[in-house]
């Protein structure tokens, strides 16, 4: 019986020890090690996606996302000093009816927004990632009630936004499209 214990202790740690890259938490980002800052000044327009606050809602929740997943970035308005800026363009802005109720009315509307989205190493001076065509959606309906109307447009262009977000930081700390260096 002890000598079962006796190999049997060292074949689990044998067998536990080759598994140990399974179980390392992501700690680094896909971006290079220089970069410590981050801009992320305010996004642009095309004439097509003029609206509201859009490009604010855009710029503040990319802000929010870096500093929430970022994995200890430093995040600023304007490129001067950082080590890599995020640009992004609000190209298109599209509210469309998609249900019609009885009456022949919108009652259900989805919103596309296309964006694109550069991200620069300014250390380096090269691109790290680009997306020129950047789609999200998202729905909202309208109350049939007339007293209980509220304009759920808003509240959808904020989901888009942090939705949005979620996927330019996730795609740049998992390094996913993230352009490798050839060496």
Do not use: W
């Not at 079962?4 to 890259?21: D, M, N, Q, V, Y």
């Not at 490009?55 to 929010?64: H, K, L, Q, Y």
């Not at 950082?82 to 919108?106: H, K, N, W």
Request: net charge positive; aromatic share 10%.
């Amino acid at each position: 019986m002890k000598l079962i214990k006796f190999l049997l202790i060292p074949a689990f740690l044998f067998l536990a020890s080759g598994f140990t890259e399974c179980y390392k938490p992501v700690t680094n980002s896909g971006l290079p090690k220089h970069i410590k800052t981050v801009a992320v000044p305010a996004f642009q327009f095309e004439a097509r996606a003029l609206r509201y606050r859009l490009g604010s809602r855009f710029t503040e929740a990319v802000t929010r996302e870096v500093i929430r997943r970022g994995n200890g970035l430093k995040v600023q308005g304007t490129p001067t000093g950082a080590d890599a800026v995020i640009e992004g363009t609000v190209r298109d802005f599209s509210c469309t009816g998609v249900l019609l109720d009885r009456e022949g009315r919108a009652r259900v509307y989805e919103i596309t927004i296309i964006s694109a989205v550069t991200i620069r190493d300014l250390k380096e001076n090269k691109i790290l990632y680009d997306n020129q065509n950047f789609v999200f959606r998202d729905s909202f309906e309208f109350s049939s009630d007339p007293r209980s109307f509220f304009n759920e447009e808003d509240p959808a262009v904020e989901r888009i936004a942090r939705t949005f977000a979620e996927s330019v930081v996730s795609t740049v700390v998992s390094g996913m499209g993230v352009k490798e260096e050839k060496k």
